[in-house]
């Protein structure tokens, strides 16, 4: 059994046939790419939907990713549907869209910047940089890769002075709040990636959390989850899987959260 290979090479194992491979998409799970919005120029939120228009999905997901993952754009609108999460927003490539905000922002003439990336992710993430570097200079963003060792890439987050980076996160407890708690909540934790603080956001996720009336919960969910497709601090990409690929004759596998193989259900047929 092996849980810990790229997702080119689950692919291929899928499509040989010769072991069995179990997918599970990761819950409450994002890679996504974040802008640090207490700095220009993505304290600018016409420059952050921008990037947002400009960033290749397709192009990640088929290149970075090999499909092993659930597209998390292009949805008919740009607002909740539902209170599950993660779900689509409604950003694709449209860079004639994204120069159009990039002029509005009174960035017409683009920036330089970087993107960082942790090493530890590198078989997704550094082909993933290239395809985003690429885009992102079609609408004047010239940005230089900046490769982090992974024994130091929470080290590096915990600094927030990193403009923009890929990134994946994943909450334990399935459900949006939780996420929304850690990610975007004005606390500003580690995992707040991008520093945003919205204390209209707050008022709802913190009601949210403890909430008992289902319709007034459904309420606050939606909103802050328009909120964070509105104000986009953080575009989200994909939901990973969980890929496993193990010998016919195993049976009993069990998707868990913390995503480790629980041995005690596993049995040789």
Known sequence: MTYEMPPKDFLEMSQAGKVNVVTTPIENALWY?????????????????????????????????????????????????????????????????????????????????????????????????VLIQ???AM??????????????WRAALLKKDMPLILNRFGGWLNVPEYFFFWCYHGQNAVFNTMSYQNPAMDKLIDASRFETDRKKYEADVQGFINMAFDDVPRIPLAQPNMDVAMQKSIKGYTYWFHLQPDYRDLEKA
């Open 33 to 129: 790419l974040g802008m640090n919005v207490k700095n220009a120029p993505f304290n600018n939120v016409k420059v952050r939907q921008a990037v947002a228009y400009a960033i290749p999905y397709d192009k990640i997901l088929d290149n970075a990713m090999y499909k092993r993952a659930t597209k998390m754009w292009g949805d008919k609108d740009n607002k909740a549907a539902g209170t599950a999460w993660p779900q689509p927003h409604g950003y694709k490539q449209d860079i004639v869209k994204a120069r159009a905000l990039m002029k509005e922002a009174g960035a017409e003439s683009g920036f330089e910047t970087t993107l960082s990336f942790d090493l530890g992710n590198a078989t997704v993430s550094e082909p993933a940089c």
């Open 134 to 136: 690429e885009a992102l």
């Open 139 to 152: 609408i004047g963003i010239k940005c230089t890769i900046n490769k982090v060792p992974g024994a130091n």
